[in-house]
């Protein structure tokens, strides 16, 4: 999604790659701005590339142009269902990225949407910090809940349960219960799983919650920043809907424009799922010919990635200080509760680099708290919170025991060791 022209030098690359991409069947750029701004632009230019690419029925590229369906310049554009995606999974990108990788985005994430596609998934995940003793107590009661619920192969659906128990006690009418063998007993029931209720009239100070946009967490990620989200194009239908006007009239209208918070919230609770998270960054199986970490003799993983990242620093006007990756060394290496004196002037660039609004409003940390808590107060409760890549696996391991912080080791795994891609593991046989 773009509105001015001035900002299709930075995507061009990227949206070459996308249309590239193996599991890519067309790539929509959602234009909100006056269509003259491309169909008659100068030849040579990068409107004038992207117009030919849309004139041309065999290019997968085609632009969306919201004026001339009768809307406005507005962020939720991108999900109104005029778009008439091709495909039933729409993944999305800022058109200031970050873009993540194909691996990642295809080998992977859209690996964990195929078994989870009532859900929205993504893998550039926030959260909120509850205040209170009681929203804190059901945060960790839900997350552990859902780690065992993935962990025994099942989704978070009631019929589930009852199938489950009822087949593994035998439950398969009267040919079953004469057979000579005897029953097997049915296994303890699975761990409930439920929103958080947000209960403002009881204290307004300790229910209301707070926005971390300090970190990436994998665990207890109650929503998506959109580069990197894939949701259903049902969806987009009730984003829509006449019943929600008032809450898009509140993205219209708030400074922050909070179509993230809003999304996923909407999402959320239609679907009564929390987001599922995938790693933003997948590194390929390790090999003798790629090196260590699945380098891909690209100079051998995280070391390797590192001096990649320094060509293209340099190689950027103004270096690091102009240089957005893909979200890798984004603050999500910071801890949560640590403040902008406590980092190194590399994390200092690059936090600034990728939060510019945050730097530039001084007020946009505490809008975007007001507009989460408004978000929430709209549905009265919020989602269990995700679970990371790892859950249910060995590699799974809780940090930070007195905040209950859990995360995945390593941050960025091969692709070898994300269990619904392997054959056997977790999650894997989830249709």
Not at 58 to 68: A, K, Y
Not at 73 to 99: C, M, Q, T, W
Not at 222 to 251: D, K, Q, T
Request: hydrophobic share 30%.
């Amino acid at each position: 999604m773009s509105h001015t022209v001035d900002r299709l030098s930075k995507v061009m690359k990227n949206l070459e790659e996308l249309c590239r991409r193996k599991a890519t069947s067309e790539v929509v750029l959602v234009w909100n701005a006056e269509k003259s701004q491309i169909s008659e632009a100068k030849n040579g230019t990068d409107a004038s590339r992207i117009w030919e690419w849309h004139l041309d029925p065999s290019h997968p590229f085609r632009i969306f142009l919201s004026f001339e369906r009768g809307l406005k310049n507005d962020l939720l554009n991108r999900y109104h269902p005029s778009i008439e995606p091709k495909e039933e999974a729409i993944v999305y990108f800022d058109d200031d990225g970050p873009f993540f990788s194909e691996l990642a985005m295809s080998e992977v994430g859209l690996e964990l949407w195929r078994r989870n596609s009532d859900a929205q998934v993504g893998c550039f995940p926030r959260n909120v910090r509850f205040m209170s003793d009681r929203m804190k107590e059901h945060q960790i009661a839900n997350t552990a809940g859902s780690i065992k619920r993935v962990a025994g192969g099942l989704g978070f659906g009631f019929n589930e349960d009852v199938l489950r128990q009822n087949n593994a006690a035998g439950g398969r009418g009267q040919a079953a219960a004469a057979q000579a063998a005897p029953a097997t007993p049915p296994p303890p029931p699975l761990p409930e799983v439920s929103f958080t209720p947000t209960c403002r009239t009881r204290s307004r100070d300790t229910e209301v919650v707070e926005y971390n946009y300090h970190n990436f967490p994998s665990h207890a990620a109650h929503m998506l920043l959109p580069s990197g989200s894939i949701l259903h194009r049902n969806y987009l239908c009730f984003v829509w809907h006449p019943a929600f006007e008032s809450l898009r009239r509140y993205v219209r209208t708030h400074p922050t424009h909070c179509d993230d918070q809003t999304i996923s919230a909407l999402v959320s609770h239609l679907s009564g799922r929390a987001p599922r998270v995938f790693p933003r960054r997948v590194h390929p199986d390790k090999t003798k010919e790629n090196g260590p970490a699945g380098g891909g003799g690209n100079g051998g993983g995280e070391e390797g990635e590192k001096k990649k990242k320094k060509k293209r620093a340099a190689a950027s006007p103004g270096g690091y200080d102009a240089y957005i990756d893909d979200g890798s060394s984004d603050p999500g290496d910071v801890h949560p509760d640590a403040h902008s004196e406590q980092q190194s002037p590399r994390q200092r660039r690059t936090d600034r680099a990728h939060r510019r609004l945050l730097w530039q409003h001084k007020d946009w940390g505490t809008l975007r708290e007001e507009s989460i808590n408004s978000v929430s107060g709209y549905f009265g409760s919020i989602n269990p919170g995700s679970v990371g890549w790892c859950a249910g696996d060995s590699r799974y391991e809780i940090v930070h025991r007195r905040t209950r912080r859990e995360e995945c080791k390593p941050e960025f795994p091969e692709r070898g060791m994300i269990p619904w891609v392997v054959e056997g593991g977790t999650g894997h046989d989830v249709c």
